[in-house]
């Protein structure tokens, strides 16, 4: 798919027909473009990475290699998903990498919002040339950019570690083939490529994960807090029957803390904020009203089962005026 505009005659895809028809006409491009040729994919698990694959996969089979790099930034249990469902449900050739140290090392002390993400996405270009290295005849470098990244990039709003290329010294060619989508389409095509309902439907996930949820300069007890906290949300929100009615759904913890008490003792704690929106394509978003009594038992367990937290808010924010992610 050339170029990175979205052309004013391009059908919007909202059916299963014309998902498969996109699906036909991706497969021919990607074979076009990469012949005989290797392609090393970043497989994050998310939905636009994993639907990616999967037209991959289809286009190419086994002269693709997904690689999933754990750098210390991803939801709770995932990596182990990830491993599960491509290693094992689905015959790809994947790599596993834990990068932790590498990532959070690289990421201390630095606060600034788009500092941060050009180092994850520096990064993940490093991990994927080292690799390279290692696998013999890699030219072309997958990615699942999809249209909201790349015209948030141009509009100057954030950096996508995955818009703007490779360094001129990296000989990878990109293959983007969901470049031109937005995520209800997405969504649509990884429905007719096969993927698993829970994958396909599985919420938005930023290429900087959890580090652009955990604001200002990234520390590892803050990081398990929006880690932790995130996972009781999804949790309770899963039991609550909300979690295929709602498109988003995160936690934050913020750079600063706040006085609490526990045991009758002061406290100086952070503080877990709940994000809970709904949207189509990530260009508008609403909030949700999500029931009070849901919303205490979240802001109890947080307490009881987080460390450091001695306050929970809820985020009445829209998109716009706020973004839906903080950095």
Request: proline share 4%.
């Amino acid at each position: 798919m050339t170029g990175n505009v979205r052309p004013e005659s391009m059908t919007r895809i909202n059916t299963l027909e014309l998902a498969e028809a996109f699906i036909e006409e991706q497969v021919a491009e990607i074979r076009a473009q990469v012949g005989s040729g290797k392609v090393l994919l970043a497989l994050s698990g998310g939905v636009d990475s994993s639907v990616c694959a999967a037209l991959l996969s289809r286009a190419i089979g086994k002269q693709l290699t997904c690689v999933h790099v754990n750098h210390g930034l991803l939801r709770k249990g995932e990596p182990e998903q990830v491993c599960e469902v491509f290693g094992k449900q689905f015959d790809v050739n994947l790599v596993y990498i834990d990068a932790v140290d590498r990532f959070l090392d690289k990421l201390a002390g630095v606060s600034d919002p788009e500092t941060k993400r050009k180092i994850i996405g520096k990064e993940f270009i490093d991990v994927f040339a080292e690799e390279a290295v290692k696998l013999e005849g890699i030219r072309f470098l997958g990615q699942g950019t999809i249209y909201p990244d790349i015209l948030e990039s141009a509009d100057g709003i954030k950096a996508h570690h995955n818009v703007g290329g490779l360094p001129k010294e990296l000989d990878f060619e990109l293959v983007e083939p969901v470049k031109l989508l937005f995520k209800d389409e997405v969504r649509c095509v990884g429905t007719a490529l096969g993927l698993p309902a829970n994958m396909v439907n599985r919420q938005p996930f930023p290429g900087p994960g959890l580090g652009v949820r955990c604001t200002g300069a990234i520390t590892r007890d803050r990081l398990e807090a929006v880690r932790e906290s995130d996972a009781i949300l999804r949790e309770e929100f899963a039991a609550a029957g909300l979690a295929g009615k709602i498109w988003q759904y995160f936690t934050v913890v913020p750079d600063f803390k706040s006085t609490g008490i526990k045991d009758g003792k002061r406290t100086d704690d952070w503080m877990v904020i709940i994000r809970a929106v709904n949207s189509v394509d990530a260009t508008s978003a609403t909030v949700e009203e999500v029931p009070y009594e849901l919303l205490l038992r979240i802001r109890d367990r947080i307490f009881a089962e987080v460390k450091g937290v001695n306050r929970v808010l809820y985020d009445l924010s829209c998109k716009p005026i706020a973004t839906i992610e903080y950095e």
